[in-house]
T-cell receptor
Framework: RKEVEQDPGPFNVPEGATVAFNCTYS??????FFWYRQDCRKEPKLLMS???SGNEDGRFTAQLNRASQYISLLIRDSKLSDSATYLC??????????FGAGTQVVVTP | EAGVVQSPRYKIIEKKQPVAFWCNPI?????LYWYLQNLGQGPELLIR????????DSQLPKDRFSAERLKGVDSTLKIQPAELGDSAVYLC???????????FGPGTRLTVL
């Protein structure tokens, strides 16, 4: 079993719609959690950190469920520019990011 | 503020040749990371530096890969000799300290022929 698992997608989302997807992790000792966004042939860019209480940044909402060991990302009012691959990355106590393979989101007009 | 700088952006070499990648982290970032990313996969950590000390190199194939971070600032990752399977994107990232957010450079896309 992979340490971090994500649905590869693609999630085809009409512009203006809401899309949500999860990421499961196996290391119960994971300390910090992040969502990164990666455009085709570009580097990963930090989208948001995921706090225990959940957090919201504009149209993006991240949640953490420690009991079930997953994090989620919800995108509201999807824009064409949201088309990308979303990588989740829990860390261990040493700060080592453990990336999933990513979930591809395609927002269509 | 300047981001993480990497060079070259692209490199094409023949197998068995050596290759080196350079990274300059964000100013003030003590922790530097080298990742490898294959197509369709997330980045995988190769080595992590705390200042000039390599504190996690368990995933670095030491028979052919080496890295250094002299003076605790910029870093070089070397492969000698390169193999066909080394074709990938090599990403450098930095953070203020471990457990802080990591910021990635644009990567070096290596093709081994």
């Amino acid at each position: 079993r992979k340490e971090v698992e994500q649905d590869p997608g693609p999630f085809n989302v009409p512009e203006g719609a809401t899309v949500a997807f999860n990421c499961t992790y196996s290391n119960s000792a994971s300390q910090s959690f992040f969502w990164y966004r990666q455009d085709c042939r570009k580097e990963p860019k930090l989208l948001m950190s995921v706090y225990s209480s959940g957090n919201e940044d504009g149209r993006f909402t991240a949640q953490l469920n420690r009991a079930s060991q997953y994090i989620s990302l919800l995108i509201r009012d999807s824009k064409l520019s949201d088309s990308a691959t979303y990588l989740c990355a829990p860390t261990d106590s040493w700060g080592k990011l453990q990336f999933g393979a990513g979930t591809q989101v395609v927002v269509t007009p | 503020e300047a981001g993480v700088v990497q060079s070259p952006r692209y490199k094409i070499i023949e197998k068995k040749q050596p290759v080196a990648f350079w990274c300059n982290p964000i100013s003030g970032h003590n922790t530097l990371y080298w990742y490898l990313q294959n197509l369709g996969q997330g980045p995988e950590l190769l080595i992590r530096y705390e200042n000039e000390e390599a504190v996690d190199d368990s995933q670095l194939p030491k028979d052919r890969f080496s890295a250094e971070r002299l003076k605790g600032v910029d870093s070089t990752l070397k492969i000698q000799p390169a193999e066909l399977g080394d074709s990938a994107v090599y990403l450098c990232a930095s953070s203020l300290a471990r457990n802080n957010e990591q910021f990635f450079g644009p990567g070096t896309r290596l093709t081994v022929l």
